[in-house]
């Protein structure tokens, strides 16, 4: 994951000074002209700065007070200016620009820019790990107020504004064994974000191993559950009455009242 990032890093930040050259608009003082390869050992160094500015960003004033004159000389302390760091953060990529399909051309992805890092996450998650029988199946907010278009708003979430994921989790622990992140309506894939889908996707590994996966009202109906069984995979799921190939019959007359 370091080599990859240090490898798109430096290929964005070459594409965008030779734009900046073609276009006559390459200011000597700039991050662009002042740039220098992100070499390996600014991976860790980068990141783990990064990560202490979080922790720190409660109590200080801002990125370049905590990087220069904030009393807490951590980025300093590992060797790197706050120029340095500025600068990297501002060039930091994660995939090949020049590959990213257009907005309604085959191919397209909503997520493209950040797409190798989800996919390599998701894999180690699954290779280090090995579930228990219990499994959940739920939505998760990762809160975001930016502009986005799959941006959603969910009431009753403890984070209401952000990007809503699908997650498959270990029901004792929490642990993720997979994850997907919503991005919106697809006009091409009308079935893709339908419950069954979801969960079809988010089992595929689990498949056949005899788990038994726990879901809400919005993921169950009798299709998945069929599906699920047929894959040697059972489900526990609360319903509602009025599902579409749900049987009547196994409803009281007070269970559908209430």
Not at 188 to 199: I, Y
Not at 214 to 224: A, E, L, Q, V
Request: with cysteine; glycine share 6%; hydrophobic share 35%.
């Amino acid at each position: 994951m370091f080599k990859l990032i240090q490898k798109e890093t430096n290929r964005y930040a070459t594409q965008q000074i030779n734009k900046k050259k073609q276009e006559g608009s390459l200011k000597p003082k700039s991050v662009f002209a002042q740039w220098n390869s992100f070499i390996a050992r600014n991976k860790k160094i980068l990141f783990s700065n990064h990560t202490h500015e979080r922790v720190m960003q409660v109590i200080c004033a801002g990125l370049l007070e905590f990087a220069s004159d904030y009393p807490y000389p951590y980025a300093a302390s590992v060797g790197m200016s706050r120029d340095r760091f500025l600068a990297l953060l501002t060039m930091l990529h994660l995939n090949n620009n020049d590959a990213k399909a257009p907005w309604g051309q085959p191919g397209y992805d909503p997520l493209f820019k950040i797409r190798p890092i989800i996919d390599t996450l998701v894999t180690k998650f699954q290779d280090v790990y090995t579930t228990e029988e219990q499994l959940t199946i739920d939505e998760a907010i990762c809160p975001f107020r930016g502009r986005i278009f799959f941006h959603v708003y969910i009431k009753g979430k403890p984070h209401k504004y952000g990007i809503k994921m699908f997650e498959l989790c270990e029901a004792k622990s929490g642990y993720i064994y997979n994850l997907e992140v919503y991005t919106g309506a697809h006009s091409t894939k009308s079935e893709h974000n339908t419950a069954f889908s979801v969960v079809d996707r988010l089992c595929d590994k689990i498949k056949g191993k005899g788990h038994c996966v726990y879901m809400d009202r919005w993921f169950s109906g009798p299709k998945i559950f069929d599906h699920l069984w047929s894959c040697k995979t059972k489900a526990v799921c609360t319903v509602m009455s009025n599902r579409k190939e749900m049987p009547k019959q196994a409803f009281s007359t007070k269970l559908k009242k209430g």
